[in-house]
């Protein structure tokens, strides 16, 4: 009963096997390669960006921290939601890769910025330090970002560039049924994950018009983050993008996670913080039952540090469904919850 | 005929075995695994360093960044030899990684720094500017440090801490004909490679004593070097590490490139620039060699800027063996050399 | 009818003549000489800290930024008012020149974090991330937190090094009535400013306890803040700390200050926008009156865009009083106010 | 007899002159006042550079950091000459405020590298790690670049940005008689040092074409080089410049420093390290005439670490006369050398 996170599951076998198939003979390093022509060829076409940067990096942290950094002064600021993962899960990444630039948190309603609340802060700095936004698509909590929720964030945004940080693009993409190129609209930066869906690891980071990378591989080299041997990167991307595995994963993780919500939904003792739109489900429950589950070997998040929480409040739990969750791991688990 | 690099051959069989049987159900991300805690016994067991905190990324880059910022105040010198590949081939990652320490060249003969001259070196440099010294084992000549050489080093650094940059760690463990332990000997930290010698991409970075190890996880994620999956990476290194096979392949590379070595020197129109010490040869030859080389299809680099040399010169290349590199692919080329 | 601040007036004839006293004859450069000896021991003794290191510096930014610094790592977090100068005011100079720790905002009310809002903003960080406080005195709302305020935020940060923004020390110790040293207890470091009390350009970082002050010196070196001709900043510190000038200006200042504000306070179209407990005021009143006193010579500044204020709502506007303000430019103010 | 530095000597009166008229009444801080547009215009005027952009700053340090973070990338490389202040003397200050740009040191004779060394070592590195080239004039050497000699090495620079570091700026324009904008001609950017040639503290970095000086004032602000009481700075440039004193302390200071040269290279004892062209000497002589003169009290620097010297070689030292050395001062060494 596996649901702590979309990382802990295996990659993918249509993955496996590709990486198998590059295994095969010499190549040039550090991305001089047909399996990176064809993995960045992917790429381009899945976002239709024919003329596309795209370098592939292991974590989304770097990606991230890549593109943000190729769009900021060191003296600038960044917008971001107050629970980014860019803000406050990556030990300063973003600040230490843009040498300096700070993020500057805009609150959220269910890991979406308003707009209007965007645009506001943005007014409200010193125009000197006006820097990228940063959008997360899936959200933190679990939610997705409308297509025109997206786009007002972008006018919001107005001259400044904006990233869209999608670690788990494939599983909004599968969430709004639109088109992978859609979702991207109006981004200058785009991380694109692999990982959470089917990969070992591999990310892209993706900037859709080339001219506004700025010198984004002098910062991945001097990041450490141009591996030797990127064919097994490449691989796994190619696996994981061609025959559209990409969103057939993503599809099942949030059909898998949407059956979990559902029933949770509708028992007595269990309230959902945040709507389930994709492969996330923020539930709180009680203390009596969170014993019950861990005991019998649920494995989830508490989100809330004990310190900050009443001793007799339901706690605030994090499930998350990757692709290879099965369903009698589900059904285990709902079974336990009305088992009490 | 590809001697371009040894990132360019391969992964062992034994290690994508690892790989696949990694592969199998959850894992608790970030490190928090069985694989994990494997890949860690082996490497402490490799240097005999019981207590040694061990950390595995995806390039030799980052290893070297992270082991050298982890040594360094932002103000300070790090020492290493005027070819180091810490000094140019990184576009400044380990300034970037330890935020603004440079790096301080000391002159080298055939890749290894003489004791005095790092005594020398250290000695005429301000006292509170002071870091760490970087030897580079095998050296990026191509010649191994004696470990008389090693611990003469260790005395000239005086109380300054020593860093053992070994992307080719086994290929000089298996020159010397000593145990890793012995060569890793009055090491602060050591990059320990996989990526060279059969893995897909992963190498240690290594701390004996982990109280030196200041903060290294910390700056590792703010690298974007902490990944999610990691049993991915230790399941490399488990699979090269365990029944020896590092050494295995290392020694089987270093076979290989002896045997081109000597049939270099034996030919009239080649010089060897440096002793071949493991998997690496510096040779010279005329140019018209070279095209012909070239037109049948070796693979190699040429390590001289043309602006810089006479043009009726011969060429400096360097040719790099693998544990892969086919008997058949030296024949080739070694007949190539004769038939002019 | 200057207002707009107290960095605007003239240095103090006693700090000028210090200055021309310091003007004669060689020294040796670089704060080895009988004038920094001399305003150090004077630092020293206001703040009852025999042992303290004192680095005098020309700018606020650069003495907040070099003790935070000296205080933080990279990856920490800095915890500060959301109103505070370090956070705001200073492109982003504490981030830099700790190399990336980021500022942590916390709720103000009149410029003052309440200490447990404080406690819980550290204790919903990550332990490792949990960097130094900063507490501003005189706010930058122009309150003075009492004695016991500042020891309960000092409390509040537990085994957190915590430092006091001074760069109104003098008026928040004129206003408190206490010691100098009584205000700086508990401090780890501290930013005791001259600049906007009487000198030219001079602020000392202070650290009472001398091994908190990690290698300042090299970052001030580092920062291009170590002047050649110290002299001429040690004058100005001399001239300003001795025989008690410096409670006498502030003291000065928080007096002219008084008048203004209770003639403000009892004004039917002004209102207050926080206590006034030193030598600034925020009040609002018309855009009619504003634009009255601006036509008449008034010298003040407006703090809120007006882009996020209706169009007939009240300005707030911030009044500055130094030492030199003159009392007939107080009373030019009022008569102006009162004669709408 | 003071020949340590010339930082050591008093302001000229005619700066302090400015200093006193500046302190009256009040001023918009942080450079919107009167005394700084003259100072602009001073400057401009002398550099013959009507739009040129103008930041007054206290230190060399911070200006030739802040000149050559504006145009590095934190991937590049700065070229300059291997004994450069900005290489040795400076703790990192331009790695730092250059977010790590890292220094590449050229060969020099008598402190002025060979415009074909800097070529060749231009030619030598990866394109995209070629950042700015920094010029010293006067050298550290005390000799001084012909107008040839510097127009060689802007060509040698080709599309590279030049910097001069200009700390003895007006002692190189006296030495070679030519107008300061002769002597800017090609530079990207300036630093006109005060501070050594009769100011308190006071330096000008200087962009002719103020399109190249990219975000100079938001650096400056984020290194705490944006003094509140910017007056201060600006008057002692005024003092300064106006009626030509900056050339005339210049001179004197040159025409001293002559005199004692010609003295020493016709002492038996003695030799001169390198050409004297301004107000700098170096020479060598016996430790035996060291200690007399030391014990009689003349305060110089020696320039080399005991440690890699024979003990009977002669010492280097350094003598350096600002305009204040009194002739006495000279003569009364010169009788001691002579006394032996």
Known sequence: MFFASDNGGPAHPAVMAALARANDGHRMPYGVCDWTDAAVALVR?????????????????AANALCLAAMSQPWQRIFCSDIAHVLDDE???VTFFANGAEMAPVAHTDGRMAPADLFARIAREDPRRRGPVSVTQVTEAGTVHTLGHLAALVAAAGDLP???DGARFANAVAALGCTPAAMAAGMTAVSLGGTKNGCLGVEAAVFPDPARAHALWARRKRGGHVLSKT?????????YLEHGLWLETAAQANRKTARLAAALANHPDV??????????VF????????????A????????????????DAPLLCRLVC???????????LLSLLHAG
């Open 162 to 164: 904006v990233h869209l």
């Open 322 to 332: 990757d692709w290879s969750v099965e369903d009698a791991a589900i059904d285990r």
């Open 296 to 311: 019998e070997g649920a494995q989830y998040y508490l989100m809330e540090d004990g310190a900050n929480r009443p001793a």
């Open 231 to 239: 064919r097994y990167l490449a691989a796994q991307m190619v696996g």
């Open 271 to 280: 309230t959902l913080a945040h709507p389930v739109d994709a492969n996330i």
């Open 283 to 294: 539930a709180r429950w009680p203390k009596g039952l969170h014993d019950r589950l861990r």
């Open 91 to 93: 030990m300063g990444a």
């Open 45 to 61: 076409e899945a976002l239709d960006a024919p003329g596309a940067e795209v370098h592939l990096v292991t974590t989304g942290t």
